[in-house]
């Protein structure tokens, strides 16, 4: 009897382990799709490339990544702009996605000095 009580702690002793590292690998991988593919700048489609230059066009871009959101992709691109690194993320039909912050500040500003 006590071999069976004691084989049943072991078992499960062992497999919660397990099992907390295999849940904390579905965790990885889901943060590693949310951050998405590293990609050269070469090879981003020629609308974020087109897009990007028509919004910065003094701005040094530095990086590119590719992320699945749901059935779309997108493009976030890490660039300078005054010495400052940013982000941004474009639609693939070179249309930026602005998100409450700096983006969305800069293109009020500038829709308030016309």
Do not use: C, N
Request: glycine share 8%.
């Amino acid at each position: 009897m006590r071999s069976i009580i004691t084989a049943i702690l072991l078992t499960a002793a062992l497999g919660t382990p397990l099992a907390w590292a295999e849940e904390a690998g579905k965790d990885d991988a889901a943060k590693s799709a949310a951050k998405g593919e590293s990609i050269g700048i070469e090879q981003l489609p020629k609308a974020v490339t087109v897009g990007f230059s028509q919004d910065h066009r003094l701005d040094e871009l530095k990086s590119a990544r590719k992320v699945a959101h749901g059935d779309k992709t997108l493009y976030r691109l890490s660039y300078v702009e005054d010495g400052k690194k940013h982000q941004i993320t474009y639609s693939e039909d070179g249309k930026p996605l602005r998100k409450p912050g700096k983006e969305a500040d800069k293109a009020d500003k500038a829709g308030e000095a016309k």
